[in-house]
Protein backbone atom coordinates (compact mmCIF):
# COMPACT_ATOMS: atom_id res chain seq x y z
CA UNK A 1 0.00 0.00 0.00
CA UNK A 2 0.96 3.67 -0.70
CA UNK A 3 2.60 5.10 1.95
CA UNK A 4 0.77 8.46 1.93
CA UNK A 5 -2.43 6.07 2.40
CA UNK A 6 -0.63 4.32 5.51
CA UNK A 7 0.11 7.69 7.06
CA UNK A 8 -3.49 8.80 6.32
CA UNK A 9 -4.63 5.88 8.38
CA UNK A 10 -1.94 6.18 10.92
CA UNK A 11 -3.44 9.81 11.98
CA UNK A 12 -6.99 8.81 11.46
CA UNK A 13 -6.32 5.69 14.17
CA UNK A 14 -4.01 7.90 16.78
CA UNK A 15 -6.73 10.94 16.37
CA UNK A 16 -9.70 8.13 17.44
CA UNK A 17 -7.72 6.61 20.23
CA UNK A 18 -6.60 10.01 21.35
CA UNK A 19 -10.57 11.27 21.38
CA UNK A 20 -11.98 8.16 22.45
CA UNK A 21 -9.51 6.79 25.50
CA UNK A 22 -10.47 8.12 29.51
CA UNK A 23 -7.84 10.04 30.60
CA UNK A 24 -6.67 7.06 32.81
CA UNK A 25 -7.06 3.73 30.68
CA UNK A 26 -6.84 -0.07 31.86
CA UNK A 27 -4.77 -2.15 29.99
CA UNK A 28 -8.31 -3.85 29.29
CA UNK A 29 -9.85 -0.84 28.27
CA UNK A 30 -7.00 0.40 25.69
CA UNK A 31 -7.06 -3.10 24.18
CA UNK A 32 -10.84 -2.76 23.46
CA UNK A 33 -10.66 0.43 22.07
CA UNK A 34 -7.32 -0.66 20.10
CA UNK A 35 -9.57 -3.38 18.24
CA UNK A 36 -12.39 -1.20 17.78
CA UNK A 37 -10.76 1.33 16.40
CA UNK A 38 -8.75 -0.94 14.22
CA UNK A 39 -12.07 -2.49 12.77
CA UNK A 40 -13.45 1.15 11.82
CA UNK A 41 -10.41 1.77 9.79
CA UNK A 42 -9.94 -1.51 8.28
CA UNK A 43 -10.10 -1.10 4.73
CA UNK A 44 -13.14 -3.70 4.42
CA UNK A 45 -15.76 -1.23 6.48
CA UNK A 46 -14.01 2.45 6.34
CA UNK A 47 -13.98 2.56 2.72
CA UNK A 48 -17.76 1.66 1.87
CA UNK A 49 -19.03 3.91 4.68
CA UNK A 50 -15.89 6.72 2.63
CA UNK A 51 -17.63 6.13 -0.64
CA UNK A 52 -21.63 7.12 0.69
CA UNK A 53 -20.61 9.57 2.52
CA UNK A 54 -18.83 10.96 -1.03
CA UNK A 55 -21.65 12.77 -2.12
CA UNK A 56 -21.50 14.96 0.60
CA UNK A 57 -18.69 16.66 -0.55
CA UNK A 58 -18.17 18.41 -3.61
CA UNK A 59 -15.35 19.37 -5.64
CA UNK A 60 -15.15 23.01 -6.84
CA UNK A 61 -12.71 25.53 -8.18
CA UNK A 62 -15.16 28.37 -7.70
CA UNK A 63 -17.63 27.30 -4.46
CA UNK A 64 -20.64 29.43 -4.50
CA UNK A 65 -20.47 29.37 0.03
CA UNK A 66 -17.76 32.09 -0.27
CA UNK A 67 -20.77 34.87 -2.31
CA UNK A 68 -23.12 33.53 0.76
CA UNK A 69 -22.60 30.82 3.19
CA UNK A 70 -25.93 29.44 2.42
CA UNK A 71 -25.82 29.48 -0.99
CA UNK A 72 -25.20 25.80 -1.38
CA UNK A 73 -28.57 24.47 -0.43
CA UNK A 74 -32.11 25.66 -1.62
CA UNK A 75 -35.69 24.81 -2.58
CA UNK A 76 -34.04 23.58 -5.75
CA UNK A 77 -31.52 21.41 -3.97
CA UNK A 78 -28.24 21.61 -4.08
CA UNK A 79 -26.56 24.80 -6.11
CA UNK A 80 -23.93 22.87 -8.92
CA UNK A 81 -20.82 22.61 -8.19
CA UNK A 82 -18.02 23.99 -10.73
CA UNK A 83 -14.89 23.34 -11.95
CA UNK A 84 -13.42 25.57 -14.49
CA UNK A 85 -11.02 23.39 -16.62
CA UNK A 86 -8.99 26.45 -17.89
CA UNK A 87 -6.30 26.25 -20.27
CA UNK A 88 -3.03 27.87 -19.30
CA UNK A 89 -2.14 30.71 -21.80
CA UNK A 90 0.94 33.20 -22.03
CA UNK A 91 -1.76 36.21 -22.32
CA UNK A 92 -0.65 37.75 -19.32
CA UNK A 93 -3.97 37.76 -17.52
CA UNK A 94 -4.15 36.45 -13.54
CA UNK A 95 -7.11 33.92 -14.12
CA UNK A 96 -7.95 29.88 -13.51
CA UNK A 97 -5.88 27.55 -15.43
CA UNK A 98 -3.04 30.10 -15.63
CA UNK A 99 -2.03 29.91 -11.96
CA UNK A 100 -1.51 25.89 -10.90
CA UNK A 101 -3.45 25.73 -7.33
CA UNK A 102 -5.47 22.86 -5.65
CA UNK A 103 -8.92 22.14 -6.08
CA UNK A 104 -11.43 23.23 -3.17
CA UNK A 105 -14.00 21.54 -1.56
CA UNK A 106 -17.48 22.28 -0.15
CA UNK A 107 -20.15 20.38 1.80
CA UNK A 108 -20.59 18.49 5.28
CA UNK A 109 -18.01 19.04 7.32
CA UNK A 110 -18.21 15.70 8.41
CA UNK A 111 -17.22 14.38 5.76
CA UNK A 112 -13.76 16.30 5.26
CA UNK A 113 -11.55 12.98 5.55
CA UNK A 114 -13.33 11.18 3.00
CA UNK A 115 -12.17 14.44 0.79
CA UNK A 116 -8.32 14.01 2.21
CA UNK A 117 -8.31 10.70 1.57
CA UNK A 118 -9.02 11.11 -2.32
CA UNK A 119 -6.51 14.09 -2.53
CA UNK A 120 -3.86 11.98 -1.03
CA UNK A 121 -0.67 12.28 -3.46
CA UNK A 122 0.40 9.16 -4.94
CA UNK A 123 4.33 8.29 -5.76
CA UNK A 124 3.35 9.11 -9.40
CA UNK A 125 2.49 12.63 -8.58
CA UNK A 126 -1.33 11.94 -9.07
CA UNK A 127 -3.98 11.68 -6.61
CA UNK A 128 -5.86 8.82 -5.26
CA UNK A 129 -9.51 10.47 -7.17
CA UNK A 130 -7.43 10.54 -10.22
CA UNK A 131 -6.53 7.21 -10.01
CA UNK A 132 -10.00 6.14 -9.49
CA UNK A 133 -11.17 7.62 -12.17
CA UNK A 134 -8.51 6.47 -14.58
CA UNK A 135 -8.74 2.86 -13.32
CA UNK A 136 -5.21 2.34 -12.46
CA UNK A 137 -3.86 -1.02 -10.67
CA UNK A 138 -3.58 1.02 -7.67
CA UNK A 139 -7.11 2.00 -7.49
CA UNK A 140 -8.28 -1.57 -8.19
CA UNK A 141 -6.24 -2.91 -5.69
CA UNK A 142 -7.00 -0.94 -3.00
CA UNK A 143 -10.67 -1.13 -3.76
CA UNK A 144 -10.91 -4.20 -4.25
CA UNK A 145 -12.54 -5.46 -0.86
CA UNK A 146 -15.23 -8.50 0.19
CA UNK A 147 -17.93 -6.64 1.51
CA UNK A 148 -18.50 -4.33 -1.75
CA UNK A 149 -17.58 -4.70 -5.30
CA UNK A 150 -15.10 -1.76 -7.12
CA UNK A 151 -17.21 -0.56 -9.76
CA UNK A 152 -20.19 0.37 -6.55
CA UNK A 153 -16.91 2.06 -4.41
CA UNK A 154 -16.13 3.88 -7.23
CA UNK A 155 -19.46 5.26 -8.35
CA UNK A 156 -19.41 6.14 -4.80
CA UNK A 157 -16.52 8.31 -4.61
CA UNK A 158 -16.61 10.15 -7.67
CA UNK A 159 -20.00 11.56 -6.83
CA UNK A 160 -17.80 14.31 -5.19
CA UNK A 161 -16.64 15.55 -8.52
CA UNK A 162 -20.69 16.39 -8.66
CA UNK A 163 -21.07 14.91 -12.61
CA UNK A 164 -24.75 15.63 -12.69
CA UNK A 165 -25.70 17.28 -15.94
CA UNK A 166 -28.71 19.31 -14.55
CA UNK A 167 -27.36 23.07 -13.50
CA UNK A 168 -28.73 24.64 -10.48
CA UNK A 169 -27.79 28.00 -8.80
CA UNK A 170 -28.94 29.71 -6.03
CA UNK A 171 -30.42 33.07 -5.78
CA UNK A 172 -28.12 34.30 -3.03
CA UNK A 173 -25.27 33.98 -5.22
CA UNK A 174 -23.62 37.49 -6.72
CA UNK A 175 -25.50 37.53 -10.37
CA UNK A 176 -25.53 39.50 -13.55
CA UNK A 177 -28.06 39.24 -16.13
CA UNK A 178 -26.11 39.89 -19.34
CA UNK A 179 -28.52 41.02 -22.56
CA UNK A 180 -27.91 38.61 -25.38
CA UNK A 181 -29.79 39.12 -28.52
CA UNK A 182 -33.66 38.92 -27.40
CA UNK A 183 -32.81 37.24 -24.21
CA UNK A 184 -30.59 37.12 -21.38
CA UNK A 185 -27.45 34.58 -20.03
CA UNK A 186 -27.12 34.34 -16.46
CA UNK A 187 -23.79 35.20 -15.02
CA UNK A 188 -22.81 34.18 -11.22
CA UNK A 189 -20.06 35.52 -10.33
CA UNK A 190 -18.25 33.33 -7.97
CA UNK A 191 -14.79 33.42 -6.01
CA UNK A 192 -11.59 31.46 -7.17
CA UNK A 193 -10.59 30.28 -4.32
CA UNK A 194 -7.45 28.34 -5.04
CA UNK A 195 -6.26 31.97 -6.41
CA UNK A 196 -7.23 33.38 -3.48
CA UNK A 197 -5.62 31.12 -0.63
CA UNK A 198 -2.33 30.96 -3.38
CA UNK A 199 -1.85 34.19 -2.57
CA UNK A 200 -1.71 33.65 0.83
CA UNK A 201 0.64 31.41 0.90
CA UNK A 202 2.79 33.37 -1.55
CA UNK A 203 2.29 36.51 0.71
CA UNK A 204 3.06 34.36 4.07
CA UNK A 205 5.89 33.40 2.18
CA UNK A 206 7.56 36.60 1.86
CA UNK A 207 6.62 37.82 5.05
CA UNK A 208 7.22 35.15 7.84
CA UNK A 209 9.54 32.49 5.99
CA UNK A 210 12.91 32.01 7.52
CA UNK A 211 14.97 33.54 4.78
CA UNK A 212 12.77 37.03 4.89
CA UNK A 213 13.10 36.57 8.76
CA UNK A 214 16.90 36.61 8.33
CA UNK A 215 16.78 39.36 5.83
CA UNK A 216 14.97 41.35 8.40
CA UNK A 217 17.21 40.96 11.15
CA UNK A 218 19.97 41.58 8.79
CA UNK A 219 18.35 44.96 8.14
CA UNK A 220 17.98 45.55 11.60
CA UNK A 221 21.98 45.05 12.66
CA UNK A 222 22.98 46.71 9.44
CA UNK A 223 24.50 43.74 7.73
CA UNK A 224 24.47 42.90 4.50
CA UNK A 225 22.52 40.04 3.29
CA UNK A 226 22.53 38.16 0.12
CA UNK A 227 18.91 38.28 -1.48
CA UNK A 228 16.82 40.95 0.67
CA UNK A 229 13.52 40.74 1.24
CA UNK A 230 10.63 42.04 -0.04
CA UNK A 231 7.98 44.39 1.79
CA UNK A 232 4.21 44.51 0.99
CA UNK A 233 2.15 47.24 2.50
CA UNK A 234 -1.36 48.31 3.11
CA UNK A 235 -2.32 44.24 3.22
CA UNK A 236 -6.30 43.52 4.54
CA UNK A 237 -7.22 40.33 5.76
CA UNK A 238 -10.66 38.88 5.40
CA UNK A 239 -12.08 36.11 7.03
CA UNK A 240 -14.92 33.91 5.85
CA UNK A 241 -17.07 32.00 7.84
CA UNK A 242 -16.99 33.25 11.35
CA UNK A 243 -16.18 30.60 13.94
CA UNK A 244 -17.44 27.81 11.59
CA UNK A 245 -14.84 28.60 8.51
CA UNK A 246 -15.45 24.50 7.38
CA UNK A 247 -18.90 25.48 6.52
CA UNK A 248 -17.13 27.93 3.40
CA UNK A 249 -15.22 25.39 2.06
CA UNK A 250 -12.07 22.54 2.30
CA UNK A 251 -9.41 25.62 1.73
CA UNK A 252 -11.48 28.70 3.33
CA UNK A 253 -11.37 25.53 6.48
CA UNK A 254 -7.13 24.71 6.02
CA UNK A 255 -6.22 28.63 6.08
CA UNK A 256 -8.72 29.27 9.19
CA UNK A 257 -10.99 31.14 7.24
CA UNK A 258 -8.16 34.23 6.57
CA UNK A 259 -7.28 35.40 3.55
CA UNK A 260 -5.21 38.58 2.44
CA UNK A 261 -5.91 41.51 0.01
CA UNK A 262 -4.04 43.29 -1.57
CA UNK A 263 -4.42 47.26 -1.59
CA UNK A 264 -7.17 47.79 -4.15
CA UNK A 265 -7.28 51.60 -5.20
CA UNK A 266 -6.78 53.84 -8.04
CA UNK A 267 -3.60 55.55 -8.02
CA UNK A 268 -2.62 58.65 -6.03
CA UNK A 269 -1.87 61.37 -8.80
CA UNK A 270 0.62 63.72 -8.16
CA UNK A 271 -1.12 67.06 -8.31
CA UNK A 272 0.98 69.21 -10.50
CA UNK A 273 1.02 72.83 -9.66
CA UNK A 274 3.30 73.15 -12.58
CA UNK A 275 2.57 71.47 -16.04
CA UNK A 276 5.34 71.22 -19.07
CA UNK A 277 3.74 73.53 -21.54
CA UNK A 278 2.46 71.51 -25.20
CA UNK A 279 2.41 74.32 -27.61
CA UNK A 280 3.58 77.91 -25.31
CA UNK A 281 4.80 78.87 -22.80
CA UNK A 282 4.08 82.43 -22.27
CA UNK A 283 0.20 81.31 -22.59
CA UNK A 284 0.48 78.00 -20.60
CA UNK A 285 2.99 78.49 -18.25
CA UNK A 286 2.99 82.04 -17.12
CA UNK A 287 0.10 84.66 -17.20
CA UNK A 288 0.86 88.24 -17.16
CA UNK A 289 -1.72 88.09 -14.02
CA UNK A 290 0.98 86.64 -12.04
CA UNK A 291 2.57 89.93 -12.94
CA UNK A 292 -0.47 91.88 -12.22
CA UNK A 293 0.63 93.96 -9.08
CA UNK A 294 4.01 95.24 -11.29
CA UNK A 295 1.97 96.08 -14.50
CA UNK A 296 -0.43 98.06 -12.01
CA UNK A 297 2.64 99.93 -9.99
CA UNK A 298 4.08 100.45 -13.93
CA UNK A 299 0.27 102.04 -14.86
CA UNK A 300 0.54 104.00 -11.78
CA UNK A 301 4.22 105.27 -12.83
CA UNK A 302 2.83 106.40 -16.37
CA UNK A 303 -0.17 108.39 -14.55
CA UNK A 304 1.00 110.29 -11.65
CA UNK A 305 4.84 111.06 -12.92
CA UNK A 306 6.60 112.63 -14.95
CA UNK A 307 9.21 111.91 -17.94
CA UNK A 308 12.72 111.75 -16.58
CA UNK A 309 15.51 109.94 -15.85
CA UNK A 310 14.03 108.56 -12.54
CA UNK A 311 11.06 107.58 -13.88
CA UNK A 312 13.02 106.03 -16.77
CA UNK A 313 14.98 104.10 -14.34
CA UNK A 314 11.85 103.04 -11.76
CA UNK A 315 10.12 102.04 -15.45
CA UNK A 316 12.96 99.80 -16.36
CA UNK A 317 13.30 98.13 -13.05
CA UNK A 318 9.34 96.73 -13.59
CA UNK A 319 10.59 95.31 -16.46
CA UNK A 320 13.68 93.46 -15.41
CA UNK A 321 11.00 92.44 -11.95
CA UNK A 322 8.78 90.98 -14.69
CA UNK A 323 11.63 89.39 -16.79
CA UNK A 324 12.43 87.80 -12.85
CA UNK A 325 9.03 86.14 -12.77
CA UNK A 326 9.26 84.94 -16.19
CA UNK A 327 13.15 83.28 -15.01
CA UNK A 328 11.34 81.73 -12.37
CA UNK A 329 8.83 79.82 -14.00
CA UNK A 330 11.38 78.85 -17.02
CA UNK A 331 13.27 77.44 -13.73
CA UNK A 332 10.27 75.46 -12.24
CA UNK A 333 9.29 74.31 -15.65
CA UNK A 334 12.71 72.80 -16.35
CA UNK A 335 12.58 71.03 -13.44
CA UNK A 336 9.82 69.08 -14.62
CA UNK A 337 10.98 68.99 -18.22
CA UNK A 338 12.42 65.47 -17.57
CA UNK A 339 9.56 63.56 -16.57
CA UNK A 340 6.81 65.54 -18.42
CA UNK A 341 7.69 66.59 -21.96
CA UNK A 342 7.38 64.17 -24.71
CA UNK A 343 8.66 64.96 -27.92
CA UNK A 344 6.45 63.44 -30.01
CA UNK A 345 3.46 64.94 -28.52
CA UNK A 346 4.92 68.79 -28.13
CA UNK A 347 4.39 71.75 -30.19
CA UNK A 348 6.55 73.78 -29.10
CA UNK A 349 8.37 76.07 -31.62
CA UNK A 350 12.79 75.08 -31.55
CA UNK A 351 12.87 78.23 -29.55
CA UNK A 352 11.38 77.58 -26.59
CA UNK A 353 12.58 73.42 -26.72
CA UNK A 354 16.27 74.76 -26.59
CA UNK A 355 14.99 77.35 -23.71
CA UNK A 356 13.73 74.74 -21.80
CA UNK A 357 14.17 71.08 -22.24
CA UNK A 358 17.37 68.95 -20.46
CA UNK A 359 18.02 67.57 -23.51
CA UNK A 360 19.16 70.84 -24.82
CA UNK A 361 20.80 71.77 -22.04
CA UNK A 362 24.61 71.69 -23.92
CA UNK A 363 23.48 73.58 -27.00
CA UNK A 364 22.02 76.45 -25.54
CA UNK A 365 25.39 76.76 -23.05
CA UNK A 366 27.04 76.92 -26.56
CA UNK A 367 25.02 79.16 -29.15
CA UNK A 368 23.73 82.23 -29.16
CA UNK A 369 21.05 82.18 -32.02
CA UNK A 370 17.99 80.69 -30.18
CA UNK A 371 18.42 83.98 -28.09
CA UNK A 372 17.43 86.60 -29.83
CA UNK A 373 13.52 85.11 -30.44
CA UNK A 374 13.44 84.04 -26.87
CA UNK A 375 14.10 87.74 -26.28
CA UNK A 376 11.59 89.05 -28.24
CA UNK A 377 9.18 86.56 -27.21
CA UNK A 378 9.55 87.87 -23.22
CA UNK A 379 9.64 91.23 -24.44
CA UNK A 380 6.50 91.08 -26.36
CA UNK A 381 5.08 89.16 -23.08
CA UNK A 382 5.42 92.05 -21.22
CA UNK A 383 4.36 94.81 -24.34
CA UNK A 384 0.74 92.42 -24.25
CA UNK A 385 0.65 91.57 -21.05
CA UNK A 386 0.25 95.11 -20.03
CA UNK A 387 -2.68 96.21 -21.73
CA UNK A 388 -4.24 92.44 -21.32
CA UNK A 389 -3.90 93.37 -17.32
CA UNK A 390 -5.05 97.22 -17.33
CA UNK A 391 -7.56 96.50 -20.58
CA UNK A 392 -9.23 99.92 -21.01
CA UNK A 393 -7.30 101.75 -18.27
CA UNK A 394 -3.95 100.84 -20.16
CA UNK A 395 -1.62 103.37 -22.45
CA UNK A 396 -1.38 102.41 -25.84
CA UNK A 397 2.54 101.97 -26.22
CA UNK A 398 4.53 102.83 -29.20
CA UNK A 399 6.81 100.67 -31.17
CA UNK A 400 9.64 102.50 -29.82
CA UNK A 401 8.34 101.29 -26.37
CA UNK A 402 8.78 97.84 -27.80
CA UNK A 403 12.19 98.37 -29.09
CA UNK A 404 13.04 99.54 -25.55
CA UNK A 405 11.46 96.58 -23.53
CA UNK A 406 13.35 94.39 -26.01
CA UNK A 407 16.73 96.43 -24.80
CA UNK A 408 15.94 95.81 -21.05
CA UNK A 409 15.24 92.21 -21.69
CA UNK A 410 18.61 91.59 -24.17
CA UNK A 411 20.42 93.20 -21.31
CA UNK A 412 19.55 89.74 -18.71
CA UNK A 413 19.35 87.40 -21.56
CA UNK A 414 22.66 85.30 -19.96
CA UNK A 415 20.45 84.45 -17.25
CA UNK A 416 17.94 82.64 -19.71
CA UNK A 417 20.50 79.90 -20.37
Known amino acids: MEKAIVDFFDERRAAWLKKNLSSNPD ?7 EKECIDIFSLENWLPNAAKRAGQISISTHPCTFSHPSARKNKNGYASSIIA ?50 DTNLAKQLLSIKSQDYETLKVGFMEMLGNSEEQITSSKIKQVYFPVGDSYHQLSLLTASGIVFELRTRIDILRFSEESKAARIC ?11 KQLNNITTIGYGGTKPQNISVLNNKNGGKAHLLLSMPPVLESRDVQFPSTDFFSQ ?11 YALHDLFTHHKNNWQVRYERDEYYRDIVDKVI ?26 IWLCVDYEEYRLENDDWLDDLTIAIARFIFNG ?9 FMFS ?14 KEALR
Request: with cysteine; glycine share 4%; charged share 25%.
Open 328 to 353: QQMVLVRNIAKNQFNAERSLLNKTQR
Open 386 to 394: YEKVLKKKS
Open 27 to 33: EGEVQAK
Open 399 to 412: DDEFKHIHSVVDKD
Open 285 to 295: SISPFKCKSIF
Open 85 to 134: NSLHANDGLLRSGNVSVEADALGNAAALDVHKFLNLIMADSLSLLQHIEQ
Open 219 to 229: KKENTYHATGF
